[in-house]
């Protein structure tokens, strides 16, 4: 039987019944994630996620194993796609390709809120360095 998580955000939160806001890593302060449909629903081809990202934090400088697809649902900041940073702000989609590395940071006065979808058996993430960001040139 399918699953139904309802928003239960209030005064500026972004919070789902049911889903349980966790730290995306110790070494990531400001950075949370909620799984929303995952292994833990019964989903072992799927993976939907909100991220959400503290003013000025970054999240970790990955690469993946698999392809992913990003929607800013709130604030802005920057997307790293390869070795070229980007603006993004709510409402933008993006692609990221197989293998190619990626970090999403937070503009310094904003909250940035996006969902991340994720197809696949295997989710394996290489991070390069879970407290390394790279600066804008």
């Known amino acids: 039987m399918g699953i139904i998580h309802h928003f239960a955000g209030q ?11 966790e730290d995306y890593t ?3 302060p400001g950075v949370t994630t909620r799984r929303f ?9 799927l993976e939907l ?12 400088l990955e690469q993946h194993v698999h392809e992913h697809a990003v929607l800013i649902l709130r604030g802005q900041g ?13 409402g933008d989609a ?6 190619e590395i990626h970090q ?6 904003d909250t ?9 058996r295997h989710l394996r993430t290489v991070a390069h360095d879970l407290a390394q960001t790279v600066t804008t040139g």
């Open 11 to 21: 005064n500026g939160s972004w919070d789902w019944e049911g889903v349980a806001v």
């Open 26 to 28: 110790h070494k990531l």
């Open 37 to 45: 449909i995952s292994r833990q629903d019964g989903s072992y081809n």
């Open 49 to 60: 996620r909100y991220f959400e990202l503290a003013p000025g934090a970054s999240s970790n």
């Open 78 to 90: 920057q997307v790293l796609l390869g070795d070229e940073w980007h603006p993004i702000k709510f």
């Open 94 to 99: 993006i692609f990221i390709p197989t293998d």
């Open 104 to 109: 999403f940071r937070a503009a310094e006065d």
């Open 112 to 120: 940035l809120g996006f969902l991340c979808a994720v197809l696949g």
